[in-house]
């Protein structure tokens, strides 16, 4: 269990890969999520970590927070 | 204008992951966008080349394909994955195809049509226009 200050309802677990993988990860759970549900995406590709905010905010949803890890980080992501 | 049109007329594999990379990422997006493959890149789908890596590339483009630490999705699967996902279309050029004598078949299975330069502007012509 990671310590973490965000609960996640559902987690998309993009590790190993790159852009444009966890994106489309992002946006393949995001399709599937009510209004009010936390995505955590876990990605350890640096450029996704700083590029998937900037969806997240074009496409009106709210970013919680980006978490490092030992190897990856967790961005957390509530549908709205 | 309501999304992007890419005419894709290099064959160089950097290049083609860029496009790729945009077009998924914007189509996922809910973004219209159309590909027009043409020229050296309509080549770049043909099956054999995708299935052997078989591309002329830079260095970046080819630390993507040699690298063992990370899993760089090729442009064929990017594409792929976005038309499950969002509003893109892919056009072959048929006057690529003529040149080598082949048919679409030869190439990998995500066009939704072969055209002409008059067909894909007409398809084109509330997009923005970007020429790779």
């Known amino acids: 269990m990671t ?15 790159t852009c444009p993988g966890p994106l489309m990860d992002l946006i393949g759970r995001v399709r599937q999520a009510d209004p009010g549900t936390v995505i ?6 640096s450029s996704s970590k700083t590029d998937v905010p900037e969806w997240v905010d074009e ?20 549908i709205t | 204008m309501t999304g992007y049109a890419f005419v894709l007329a290099s064959g160089r594999l950097e290049r083609l992951q860029a496009v790729g990379n945009i077009a998924s990422i914007a189509a996922a997006s809910e973004i219209p966008v159309a590909v027009f493959a043409t020229m050296d890149g309509l080549e770049a789908f043909d099956t054999d080349r995708v299935e052997s890596l078989n591309f002329e590339m830079g260095p970046v483009a080819e630390a993507m394909v040699t690298s063992d630490d990370v ?19 892919l056009y072959a050029c ?39």
């Open chain 1, 40 to 45: 955590e995406l876990q990605t350890s590709d």
């Open chain 1, 59 to 78: 496409a009106g949803h709210e970013l919680r927070g980006v978490e490092e890890r030992d190897d990856y980080w967790s961005v957390f992501v509530e």
């Open chain 2, 71 to 89: 899993e760089v999705p090729l442009f064929t699967e990017s594409l792929a994955r976005a038309k499950e996902l969002g509003p893109i279309s």
């Open chain 1, 3 to 17: 310590d973490t200050e965000y609960e996640a309802d559902v987690t998309v677990d993009s590790r190993d890969a």
């Open chain 2, 94 to 132: 048929e006057l690529s195809m003529d040149a080598l004598d082949k048919e679409i078949d030869e190439y990998a299975d995500l066009f939704d049509d072969v055209l002409g330069v008059s067909g894909f502007l007409k398809r084109a012509d509330d997009k923005q226009v970007v020429f790779v």
